[in-house]
């Protein structure tokens, strides 16, 4: 007779067996990893994850739905902070995407490089996933608010989320070129949307909001901005850096 967990049991397996599909899915696609494969990865037998979860959709679901979640507070939290300024809220939320994805990029791969047709099965990777878009215009949204943005925050949302979320996939991919990393490139973006949305002399000064952020944390240093990639070390330093160890 199988013996009977507590939720608090349960909830612990799932979230060993989500965090073991959470690296295989990511290291070998979906087609690739077995439900066996997932059982011996956390030591159980073959049958024991269809106790948990009705097919490999469904961890799947789950991952995501997880990894989503995750975000969206991460997001949430940053905006938070800086709430009483919509700029420094911007520029928080901005760093705080990265520094999810640097940190997390087996999540994050799983959140945005994989198609998963029945999405609408899964009623909490739907929320999840709603919730985390709606960070991409939360930070516009109060600055509208706040009298500092006047346009479509939808649209705009998408520029700057894409400008976040190209160099990472390609920082991921291994395709940025040598001299260059991800976080760098975002800097540079983001400057160059807050520059064609603004101006140099609007709402926001010449500067994207995620490089006054880490310029307000970090102290300036000459040479520019400090780099993403190591605080207090300009991004102009940062290239060269890598540049000459390259060499």
């Given amino acids: 007779m199988p013996r009977v967990l507590s939720d608090e049991a349960v909830g612990e397996f799932r979230e060993r067996l989500i965090d073991a599909a959470e690296r295989l899915f990511a290291a070998h696609g979906l087609e690739a990893v077995t439900l066996r ?47 009483a300024d919509p700029v420094g809220a911007a520029g928080a939320m901005a760093r705080a995407y990265v520094d999810f994805a640097f940190a997390h990029p087996e999540a994050y791969k799983l959140m945005f490089d994989i198609t998963q047709p029945n999405e609408a099965d899964y009623p909490e990777l739907v929320e999840a996933g709603d919730r985390s878009r709606r960070t991409m215009t939360s930070g516009l949204e109060a600055m509208a608010e706040a009298g500092l943005f006047h346009g479509d925050p939808g649209l705009v949302g998408h520029m700057y989320w894409a400008a976040l979320h190209g160099p990472i996939m390609l920082a991921f991919s291994g395709k940025l070129m040598p001299g260059y990393d991800a976080r ?30 880490a310029a307000t944390a970090q102290g300036e240093r000459p040479g520019g901005p400090p780099s993403l990639t190591e605080p207090g070390r300009s991004a102009a330093d940062s290239a060269a850096r890598t540049r000459s160890t390259r060499k």
């Fill in 37 to 83: 494969q997932l059982a011996a990865e956390v030591g159980v037998s073959p049958m024991t994850p269809y106790r948990y979860f009705a097919d490999k959709n469904a961890i799947l679901a789950a991952v995501r739905a997880r990894a989503f979640r995750r975000h969206a507070e991460a997001l949430e939290a940053a905006f938070s902070v800086e709430r």
């Fill in 184 to 213: 760098q490139i975002v800097e540079a973006l983001m400057g160059a949307l807050d520059r064609g949305m603004f101006g140099d002399g609007g709402n926001y000064g010449a500067r994207s909001p995620l490089v006054r952020q």
